[in-house]
């Protein structure tokens, strides 16, 4: 018998010689495409640019605009392809029109490779064309970027739309092979489970399932009448277990349990897809009816990958491509020897792939009539008509839909076909020999599992080139990689959302529990106490917590100055170590302190975990950052002399934070404190005291000797004025708002009687943060990153967008998507982890919030304000003004609350005069995709962080240092290189190291600390 290898290679070969009979090169259109294709393959800095240009594209309107974006994409590539560019834009300024529409055209063509119509009646065309070259269809719809529910509903009717016209055009038509038409239906409808819910968050599947198994049924209700077949697509990772979840429920129901016509993607580059593919069989079974399961690599591997390595998450796909089609092939098995309950599709254009399911077909004995090739439109045309001819099923998927929404699929292609590891560009570009191509990659996995390079078939690793830049400059890590952030909880993980659910419910029955005042290691109660009450039931008290007097304010004064004439000369070393034990208890309390959150400050779940992780990174960075400036360092190496750079702790640190972070703000200033070797009075907020009593038995547990850190909730106004006022502290950490920060920042600066520092006071405080829209943005992005950014945690932070400036040019389009993004929001108790807006922090906010909007009204008009806010709790609507003039009260004052602001400017010299003419300067946005306007914005706007293309909120420690200046903040950094310096003074020793006319000739870099012993 021979091996199943010897017939993959035979089947591959009859394949290849079939395909050889037909050359074609890797991009079917000739001249431009292949020119620019065969560059972008050769440079990566044009492909990137190239990629981008044709993203942008069918978003610009006026030929002018064109050629201005080629000019600024291109004109400074040092290849072929910029002479051509400068001849073609000075010739483009003469004759834009011409041009623009040229480019236009060209870029268009570009998309009809891989788009196979317009519109249900334009796609007819293709699928004709098919029929004649037996080859079956299954559709697309593109446009599967929707925010909001209105966009939801249009696709859905989009979808019931096309599958009458193609059910009604169809209609006669038989199977291409004639046989089997019982398991394969003539209309195929591929849709995407993302476009039909805008508001899916993979903390809460029940919820996602909930929205869109009522916008599915009338579509499967149809295509059952109809006898279409259905399959869903798989889209990114954090949407897998909804879809599959969805799929099972859906297919289980009554209505459709007998219905064979239905089917699913499972992704091979997942390291979980043979488990939810056997967990699949399995319900089949137990369903007992016929499905499909359609097998593919995957097309969002770049975006796994990127995403799970911005969060710390574990990357869920394979990292070597060998690995990836090993698995296509395990699941090919697991496929073909459950054909009895399962039918295949093989969604491949690698010969290897779809060679080895063949031979394993035969082996098996399945017909091959029984199970299906299918292939992308505008992809392996050689390879379809390979198939077809040596008598197997083909089935094409064949994207529908305008150019704009059709842009990211256009781009995956674009990107899966210049790809070093792609199969398709290894055969009809590189000509790589058949025999490489056909190899076994388990084989190759083994190859390079021994030592040898993990190559693929067919790649060419890029690690290498991707250590040099373009330009010729090398790529060093700079100083904040040597930090590697805190994960954040992934909740698209079952078990993530278990151990929520778990923490909310244990923290449920410790509600209303007391807390003590900690002073000297000493636990206080004082007779008096502050009631921490959850925003979203205001009659639930969430703790009561110590409230401090004068009494106890003097005497943690006494007490931090005492131990900090002890405890400055801890090493270092120490210090750290008790952030990183501090670090890892909050690890592993991590749920338990989410909860918190939820109930005392009403985040939602992953805003919650996200300030757990902030908290967890502070730790961890200062640690790291302490060692790097701990040592005493020479200042310069000169013969007989030493002199030694060092720092030694201020003394009494008074920390003041707000309760829109309420552990990480709080932790930050307070970490920052110790490890630098202050003692530290620590203020939480009073909304937030019991999360500053979990940091503080944090602390305890972490070993904090006494009276180095004490926990003193208390009134601001009277106990806080009073220790910002005290000869004996000599220094104030403060993050809260403006008109407190001021206040502080004066009286500071007035020296006490007895007081031996001048008191340095780190102040941080509020924005009015604006984003511009540019007129080429990309609304997908700009709509949904601006929403988040306005109303993520109600519009409490202070990195909130609250000013969004829009061009003219853009305005209708962006307020017509960004209103009904807006509508969509779900407002509630953030208990539920679906919620994305919950309720303000207390009644004086609730309060002040809706006299804005009072104030609003009367200066400008509300555009939207959301209809389903709970009645109970302090709730506020999102409220979106227009008309509003940058003088109004509404666009001048923060108002820390779920209220944005719309300004319609004419052009962007206006919208940054604008962004910039608030008294704050904290964080900006900017979406534009015109790498010019984005300079110019990198250079101009007035902030602290700036963000192009993203959300102008979500800071992370050590990657975007945070804070702002003119009344955002005394310009410092937090979670950045500079921060831990405002809790030092410098000092130099130096040493004549000279005995008569004798030195060392080697002075170390670094020495030892300075220490007293006592
Ligand atoms: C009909 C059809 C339907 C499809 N439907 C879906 C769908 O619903 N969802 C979806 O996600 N994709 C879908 N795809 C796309 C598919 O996942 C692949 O991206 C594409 O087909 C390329 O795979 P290949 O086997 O043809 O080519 P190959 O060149 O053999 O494989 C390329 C693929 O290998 C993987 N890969 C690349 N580099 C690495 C690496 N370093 N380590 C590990 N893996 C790597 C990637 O998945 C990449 O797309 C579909 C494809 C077809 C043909």
Redesign the pocket.
């Known amino acids: 018998m021979r091996s199943l290898q010897t017939e993959i290679e035979q089947s591959g070969a009859r394949i290849f010689e079939l395909v050889d009979r037909h050359p074609e090169p890797l991009f079917s259109k000739a001249g431009f495409y292949q020119r620019l294709m065969a560059l972008s393959m050769r440079d990566e800095r044009f492909k990137v640019q190239m990629f981008r240009f044709v993203d942008v594209l069918p978003s610009l309107r006026s030929s002018g605009d064109i050629v201005q974006h080629l000019d600024e994409y291109f004109a400074d590539m040092r290849n072929g392809f910029a002479p051509l560019v400068r001849t073609g834009v000075r010739a483009a300024k003469i004759v834009p029109w011409i041009s623009g529409q040229l480019l236009r055209w060209n870029v268009s063509g570009m998309a009809r490779q891989f788009i196979a119509g317009k519109n249900p009646s334009d796609v007819m065309k293709t699928l004709r064309k098919r029929r004649e070259q037996k080859i079956g269809f299954?559709v697309d719809l593109l446009g599967e970027a929707v925010v909001s529910e209105k966009e939801t509903d249009e696709y859905a009717a989009r979808c019931l739309e096309l599958l009458e016209h193609l059910a009604r055009e169809t209609d006669g038509w038989s199977d291409p092979l004639d046989a089997g038409a019982d398991l394969f239906p003539v209309v195929n409808l591929?849709v995407k489970i993302s476009a039909l819910y805008s508001q899916i968050n993979p903390a809460d599947p029940a919820d996602a399932i909930a929205h869109l198994a009522p916008k599915l049924r009338p579509i499967l209700r149809r295509a059952k009448e109809l006898r279409a077949f259905i399959n869903f697509?798989?889209?990114s990772f954090s949407h897998k277990n909804i879809t599959l979840d969805l799929f099972k429920r859906l297919f289980a129901e009554p209505e459709f349990r007998d219905w064979p016509h239905a089917g699913i993607?499972i992704?091979?580059?997942l390291r979980d897809a043979e488990k939810d593919l056997v967990d699949l069989i399995d319900w089949g079974r137990a369903r007992r009816t016929r499905f499909a399961v359609?097998i593919?690599?995957?097309?969002?591997?770049d975006y796994e990958k990127i995403k799970s390595t911005q969060n710390g998450w574990s990357i869920p796909?394979?990292?070597?491509?060998p690995?990836?089609?090993a698995n296509?092939e395990a699941l090919s098995r697991v496929l073909l020897e459950n054909e009895s309950i399962v039918t295949a599709?093989f969604?491949?254009?690698?010969v290897?792939?779809i060679a080895h399911a063949q031979a394993l077909a035969d082996e098996l004995g399945i017909d091959r009539t029984r199970f299906e090739f299918?292939?992308?439109y505008g992809?392996?045309g050689p390879v379809k008509r390979a198939l077809v001819e040596l008598g197997y099923r083909v089935?094409?998927?064949c994207p529908v839909g305008e150019l704009l929404p059709g842009m990211s699929y256009l781009v995956?292609r674009l990107l899966?076909n210049t790809?070093n590891?792609?199969?398709?560009?290894?055969k009809f570009s590189e000509n790589v020999s058949e025999e490489q191509l056909l190899r076994n990659p388990c084989e190759l996995l083994r190859e390079s599992r021994n030592g040898a390079s993990p190559r693929?078939t067919?790649?060419t690793t890029n690690s290498m080139k991707n250590r040099h830049l373009p330009h010729g400059d090398s790529r060093e890590a700079p100083p904040g990689d040597t930090y590697k952030n805190a994960p954040l909880t992934n909740f698209s993980e079952q078990a993530n959302q278990d151990k929520m659910r778990a923490a909310l419910r244990e923290m449920r029955t410790r509600l209303g529990k007391e807390y003590p005042l900690v002073i000297n290691g000493q636990k206080l109660s004082t007779g008096k106490t502050i009631a921490s009450i959850n925003p979203s039931s205001p009659d639930e008290v969430v703790g009561a917590v110590a409230e401090a007097g004068i009494a106890e304010a003097e005497q943690a004064v006494k007490a931090a100055r005492d131990a900090f004439e002890k405890s400055r000369w801890t090493p270092f070393e120490e210090r750290a170590q008790l952030l990183e034990r501090a670090a890892a208890i909050m690890d592993r309390r991590r749920f338990e302190l989410s909860a918190l959150e939820v109930f005392e400050v009403g985040k939602p779940w992953t805003e919650a975990d996200g300030d757990i992780r902030e908290a967890i990174d502070f730790c961890l960075f200062y640690a790291q950052q302490m060692r790097r400036i701990g040592r005493p360092r020479l200042t310069q190496h000169v013969p007989g002399e030493e002199s030694y750079y060092h720092y030694w702790p201020r003394g009494v640190a008074f920390v003041i934070a707000p309760w829109n972070f309420p552990l990480a703000i709080l932790c930050g200033m307070t970490t920052a404190a110790l490890v630098t070797g202050n003692a530290v009075i620590m203020k939480p907020a009073e909304q937030s005291a019991v999360c500053g009593a979990m940091l503080m038995e944090i602390f305890e547990e972490a070993g904090v000797p006494p009276g180095v850190l004490n926990y003193l909730p208390c009134k601001g106004s009277v106990i806080g004025a009073h220790l910002v006022d005290h000869k004996d502290v000599d220094l104030i950490a403060f993050t809260g708002s403006r008109e407190v920060g001021l206040k502080i920042w004066e009286s500071a600066g007035i020296t006490r009687p007895g007081q031996r520092e001048l008191k340095r006071v780190i102040c941080e405080m509020g924005g009015k943060n604006a984003v511009i829209i540019d007129s080429d943005a990309d609304l997908d992005e700009a709509i949904v990153d601006s929403i988040y950014s306005a109303f993520g945690y109600q519009g409490q932070k202070c990195s909130a967008l609250s000013r969004l400036i829009v061009l003219e040019e853009n305005y209708d389009r962006v307020m017509e998507r960004l209103l009904s993004a807006a509508a969509s929001l779900r407002v509630g108790n953030p208990e539920e982890p679906g919620m994305t807006v919950g309720p303000v922090i207390d009644k004086t906010a609730y309060e002040r919030i809706l006299d804005y909007i009072e104030i609003g009204k009367s200066e400008a008009t509300v555009a939207f304000q959301h209809q389903n806010a709970p009645p109970k709790g302090y709730f506020i609507p999102p409220t979106i003004f227009v008309d509003v003039k940058p003088d109004m009260r509404i666009a001048r004052e923060e108002i820390f609350g779920p209220v944005l602001s719309i300004l319609k400017v004419r052009d962007l010299d206006e919208a940054i005069k604008i962004a910039n003419s608030t008294d704050y300067a904290l964080t900006a946005g900017f979406f534009s995709r015109s790498p010019a306007n984005i300079e110019r914005a990198k250079a101009e706007i007035e902030a602290g962080n700036v963000y192009i293309n993203r959300s102008c909120t979500g800071a992370v420690v050590g990657r975007h240092p945070f804070g702002g200046f003119k009344m955002s903040g005394g310009g410092t950094k937090a979670g950045g290189e500079d921060y831990l310096l405002q809790f030092v003074v410098p000092r130099v020793v130096t040493e004549n190291i000279t005995r008569h006319g004798f030195a060392p000739e080697e002075t170390p870099l670094y020495r030892d600390e300075f220490r007293v012993r006592r």
């Open positions: 299954t591929s697509d798989m889209e993607v992704q091979a580059y359609r593919v690599k995957g097309a969002y591997w796909v394979y990292l070597q491509k690995e990836s089609d296509f599709a969604g491949s254009h690698n290897r792939s299918q292939l992308l992809m392996a089935r094409e998927y995956r899966e790809s590891e792609g199969f398709l560009r290894a693929s067919t790649a």
